[in-house]
């Protein structure tokens, strides 16, 4: 029962374009919606977040959008660069006590 | 300390031992989560602790895993008659609230090799 799936395993993207990475969910009670950065052999870090109440979210070249009645939100880096490669993990809280993650998508930015 | 602290980084072990990990958590921080990361696949929740009590243990794959956590700060996850599945990255993570969008801080994980 995957709760939040990430389908794109891998992204490619040019240095300098726009990446969007992309996340559904299929439970209406998620209040809170987060994405993580994870690169090898270290623990995710948390990025950027955004409330259910809202549609958009933005942090410097980080902007997530939820779409709440097609269940869906995505994260925009804009302008892409190399040190953003790494694998990147949606997550969504249920008014509680536990973060529900996706499988993870990895993303490398071409220079 | 500075961040959330695991160890040991690496751990091999021979199917059937039992194993300890450690978590040390960001000072202050109440709440701690445990998760792991097998090949290939997403973080997989296994237990949260408020304090020194576990509300939530839904996570844990069989009765072979067990955790515990004192004095409201270190947390050991043990894994008894490890078998190959049990192979994975066991991330620990402190929150200083729950809910809500304000993230985990998660440690750089311990691997774990059962041979």
């Known amino acids: 029962d995957q709760q939040v799936k990430q389908n794109s395993p891998s992204l490619s993207v040019q240095e300098g374009r726009i990446s969007i990475l992309n996340c559904d969910y299929t439970?209406?009670?998620?209040?809170?919606f987060l994405w993580y950065k994870k690169y090898p052999a270290e623990g995710p870090t948390f990025l950027i977040s955004?409330?259910?109440?809202?549609d958009k979210n933005e942090d410097g070249r980080f902007t997530v959008f939820l779409n709440k009645s097609a269940k869906h939100l995505s994260l925009h880096i804009v302008p892409s660069q190399p040190g953003d490669s790494a694998v990147y993990f949606c997550a969504a809280s249920d008014y509680g006590n536990k973060l529900v993650f996706g499988a993870g998508t990895i993303l490398r930015v071409k220079s | 300390g500075a961040g959330v602290s695991q160890s040991p980084s690496n751990k091999v072990t021979e199917k059937g031992k039992d194993v300890e990990l450690r978590c040390d958590p960001i000072?202050?921080?109440?709440?701690l989560y445990w998760y792991r990361q097998s090949l290939g696949q997403g973080l997989e929740f296994l237990i949260y602790?408020?304090?020194?009590?576990?509300?939530?243990k839904s996570g844990l794959p069989s009765d072979r895993f067990s955790a515990e956590r004192t004095g409201g700060s270190v947390s050991t996850l043990t894994i008894q008659r490890t078998q190959q599945e049990d192979s994975a990255v066991y991330l620990c993570?402190?929150?200083?609230?729950?809910?809500?969008?304000?993230?985990?801080?998660f440690g750089s994980g311990t691997r774990l090799t059962v041979v």
């Open positions: 993570a402190s929150s200083s609230r729950t809910g809500g969008g304000y993230g985990y801080t």
């Open positions: 000072s202050g921080h109440t709440a």
């Open positions: 602790f408020q304090g020194n009590s576990a509300p939530d």
């Open positions: 955004i409330s259910s109440i809202k």
């Open positions: 439970n209406s009670m998620f209040d809170y």
